[in-house]
């Protein structure tokens, strides 16, 4: 963009908030976009109101992310507006996620460890297996324990997954010469990025009509339709959520396109050796 020079009005091209020098007039001056940064709607929520400011968040990230992240302040904020962010959208989806579980929970067969089966005395378990294979047969949901568990621990798993991807891609900014600000922005990026989980949230308003109309949650179908919807929701919010990072990561950053890709593309890589390859060395290790 261009702008004209406080002293002699010669016209000047900037790209990011640092100190300029005129070329005509060779005047010295800085330029702070930070300043003029409205901030994102929820760090005006004071303002527009708490859900209001929630919901514009979130359709900002998903279909105006240049507008939202270029309005995001990187400096001189609080984090915890973008963390709070994160974490209602973390509770959320552990919500959508049990609501998706309940088929699997009418399908998956009771379950009690077999150690503690061993310690009972021979006519207990015997009662103890004949009232599980009657449980089985029964339309009851089973195991909802383990689901309950499951949903509650997801939110800090999820966060603290997050944590390390954005580490990993603030590492990946240093490497191609793109962290022009902070980690704070890098972090800002990611948990504003939360929003993309309203996929799966939108995925269980198609889900909940459908299995009503087809019999319920306990019906046969049910549980092959919550693995289509999750499966397709997730694929698409890998695709999406790629662009708003690299989007995110460019206008957080004041950097290039090519540097903020390059920097997710090194934690894939970084994530693929840290995962994936020791795995594919595990089974491919003879014997």
């Not at 005129?22 to 003029?36: S, T, Y």
């Not at 400011?53 to 990187?74: E, I, Q």
């Not at 049990?98 to 015997?126: D, K, N, Q, W």
């Not at 919807?229 to 950097?255: K, N």
Request: one cysteine or more; hydrophobic letters at 55%.
């Amino acid at each position: 963009m261009e702008i004209r020079c406080p002293f002699c009005r010669a016209a000047i091209p900037v790209e990011r908030s640092e100190q300029y020098a005129c070329p005509a007039c060779r005047a010295i001056f800085r330029v702070d976009f930070e300043a003029a940064r409205a901030g994102t709607p929820w760090e005006r929520r004071a303002d527009l109101g708490l859900w209001a400011a929630f919901w514009r968040t979130t359709a900002g990230v998903l279909f105006r992310p240049v507008a939202l992240f270029g309005s995001m302040r990187k400096r001189d904020a609080e984090i915890g507006a973008p963390l709070a962010f994160l974490i209602l959208w973390l509770i959320l989806r552990a919500i959508a996620h049990g609501v998706f579980s309940v088929p699997e929970m009418y399908a998956t067969p009771p379950r009690i460890p077999a150690e503690l089966l061993r310690l009972l005395p021979p006519e207990a378990r015997e009662r103890v297996q004949e009232a599980l294979m009657e449980a089985e047969a029964s339309e009851v949901p089973r195991n909802s324990a383990y689901f309950a568990i499951g949903a509650a621990c997801s939110p800090v798993v999820e966060a603290i997954a997050i944590f390390i991807a954005s580490v990993a891609a603030h590492l990946g900014l240093l490497v191609t010469g793109g962290a022009r600000n902070g980690y704070d922005a890098t972090l800002r990026v990611f948990c504003y990025s939360a929003a993309l989980n309203a996929l799966l949230l939108a995925g269980l308003a198609l889900f909940l009509p459908a299995v009503a109309a087809g019999g319920g949650f306990h019906a046969p179908a049910a549980l092959a339709l919550s693995r289509g919807v999750q499966a397709f929701a997730h694929l698409l919010s890998f695709g999406w959520g790629l662009s708003v990072l690299v989007i995110g990561l460019r206008e957080a950053h004041e950097t290039t396109t090519g540097q903020a890709l390059g920097a997710l593309l090194g934690f894939v890589l970084l994530l693929f050796c840290c995962c994936a390859l020791p795995l594919l060395l595990l089974f491919s290790t003879p014997g």
